[in-house]
């Protein structure tokens, strides 16, 4: 009210208005400082701002949202909710359950943190790396949700693993950042002008990110390079790997199946097996690949995932069994809500 009329808006409003808020804030403290000392002739410690600087007030808050006292599936839900701005449908597809399962969780953490009187502060330096994991997981989901249709949630999920990274270049931070940018390098070539899915081996390679996918190699490099790459290192070595290869039947995907079986060893996943099932179907055949989607859905894990149908309808096209393929695009048309890749398998419907 007094300075910007006379000096103009500042170009980040935002950050102005902290730093300035923050700054009357220790000149307060200082000021009470002096008025205590005086009255009692005892030295009163300041209360000290961080020893280390996020830059980020939404980095800030989500390092506060994953308190190890909570659970961490609540920790994750109840961050991207409350922080992120992430539906509850959102939040709850991410999770692969229902949204009144989801809002259920997010109550009962809510309640914890009210009922135990759970402080909600920033974390000094030595408590953060015990709440590293469930952030990367969180800026993992971000980024998932705005893959396809939010664009502004994959740019967001990218900045705040750059700071991440700057915070703590733990090989974890560095490997997921590399993952996200690896895969944002195909932002321009995911879909067509009027919305429709394409599938990676359909995508005009000339129009990656080089750029992007240079950087994503080298963080790769340099998360291996520590000897303690983790299941994102991984996940972006295998990016890695499709990045750089010149087409679909040029990728080497004896080594991305080897991939996958050190990370399904390191971090048992069904998706993950998926994943690896897919590879499989590439390297050996899509009769083999199929085997081992079919026992994955008998084992009911993935019965309501859209991708585990989307994939055997795709391996059963493949084989011809075009029958089957249909009755499967069917099922994972009706589990599909993001409009791209819906669009994606009634084109599949339509060829069959």
């Given at each position: 009210?007094?300075?910007?009329?006379?000096?103009?808006?500042?170009?980040?409003p935002?950050a102005?208005l902290?730093?300035?808020?923050?700054?009357?804030?220790?000149?307060r403290?200082?000021?009470?400082?002096?008025?205590?000392?005086?009255?009692?002739d005892?030295?009163?410690?300041?209360?000290?701002?961080?020893?280390?600087?996020?830059?980020?007030?939404r980095?800030?808050?989500?390092?506060?949202?994953?308190?190890?006292?909570?659970?961490?599936?609540?920790?994750?839900?109840?961050?991207?909710?409350?922080?992120?701005?992430?539906?509850?449908?959102?939040?709850?597809?991410?999770?692969?359950?229902?949204?009144p399962?989801?809002?259920?969780?997010?109550?009962?953490a809510?309640?914890?943190?009210?009922?135990?009187?759970?402080?909600?502060?920033?974390?000094?330096?030595?408590?953060?790396?015990?709440?590293?994991?469930?952030?990367l997981?969180?800026?993992y989901?971000?980024?998932n949700?705005?893959?396809?249709?939010?664009?502004?949630?994959?740019?967001?999920?990218?900045?705040?693993g750059?700071?991440?990274?700057?915070?703590?270049?733990?090989?974890?931070?560095?490997g997921?950042?590399?993952?996200?940018l690896?895969?944002?390098?195909?932002?321009?070539t995911r879909?067509?002008?009027?919305?429709?899915?394409?599938?990676?081996?359909?995508q005009?390679?000339s129009?990656?990110?080089?750029?992007?996918?240079?950087?994503?190699?080298?963080?790769?490099?340099?998360?291996?390079?520590?000897?303690?790459?983790?299941?994102?290192?991984?996940?972006?070595?295998?990016?890695?790997?499709h990045?750089?290869?010149?087409?679909?039947?040029?990728?080497d995907?004896?080594?991305?199946?080897?991939?996958?079986?050190?990370l399904?060893?390191?971090?048992?996943?069904v998706?993950?097996?998926?994943?690896?099932?897919?590879?499989?179907?590439m390297?050996?055949g899509?009769?083999?690949?199929?085997?081992?989607?079919?026992?994955?859905?008998?084992?009911?894990e993935?019965?309501?995932?859209?991708?585990?149908?989307?994939?055997?309808?795709?391996?059963?096209?493949?084989l011809g069994?075009?029958?089957?393929?249909?009755?499967?695009?069917?099922?994972?048309l009706?589990l599909?809500?993001?409009?791209?890749?819906r669009?994606?398998i009634?084109?599949?419907?339509?060829?069959?």
């Amino acid at each position: 009210m007094e300075r910007w009329p006379v000096e103009g808006t500042p170009a980040n409003p935002r950050a102005w208005l902290i730093s300035t808020g923050r700054f009357k804030a220790i000149d307060r403290l200082r000021k009470t400082r002096r008025e205590v000392k005086d009255e009692t002739d005892v030295p009163l410690e300041l209360a000290e701002t961080e020893d280390y600087d996020v830059a980020d007030d939404r980095l800030r808050l989500i390092f506060t949202c994953c308190h190890p006292a909570l659970n961490p599936d609540a920790q994750v839900a109840m961050t991207l909710r409350e922080v992120c701005g992430l539906t509850t449908e959102q939040v709850a597809a991410a999770f692969l359950t229902t949204a009144p399962t989801l809002a259920q969780r997010i109550v009962r953490a809510k309640t914890k943190i009210r009922d135990a009187k759970i402080p909600y502060e920033v974390p000094s330096r030595t408590d953060l790396p015990e709440r590293l994991a469930t952030v990367l997981h969180v800026v993992y989901l971000v980024y998932n949700q705005g893959y396809f249709t939010r664009a502004d949630l994959a740019t967001e999920a990218i900045r705040l693993g750059r700071l991440l990274v700057d915070l703590l270049p733990e090989p974890e931070a560095i490997g997921l950042l590399a993952l996200m940018l690896l895969h944002d390098a195909r932002r321009a070539t995911r879909t067509t002008a009027a919305g429709m899915l394409i599938p990676l081996e359909e995508q005009d390679r000339s129009l990656w990110s080089r750029a992007q996918i240079e950087e994503g190699v080298a963080l790769v490099r340099r998360a291996f390079q520590t000897r303690r790459a983790g299941p994102y290192a991984l996940q972006a070595a295998i990016a890695a790997v499709h990045a750089e290869a010149p087409s679909s039947a040029e990728t080497d995907w004896s080594e991305i199946a080897g991939l996958y079986d050190v990370l399904l060893r390191m971090e048992p996943s069904v998706v993950i097996e998926l994943n690896r099932a897919a590879a499989i179907a590439m390297h050996d055949g899509p009769e083999h690949g199929l085997a081992l989607i079919d026992a994955i859905l008998a084992r009911g894990e993935l019965a309501e995932y859209h991708l585990a149908h989307a994939a055997r309808a795709d391996l059963l096209r493949r084989l011809g069994r075009k029958a089957e393929a249909r009755a499967a695009y069917e099922r994972a048309l009706a589990l599909t809500v993001e409009e791209p890749a819906r669009r994606f398998i009634e084109r599949r419907l339509k060829e069959l």
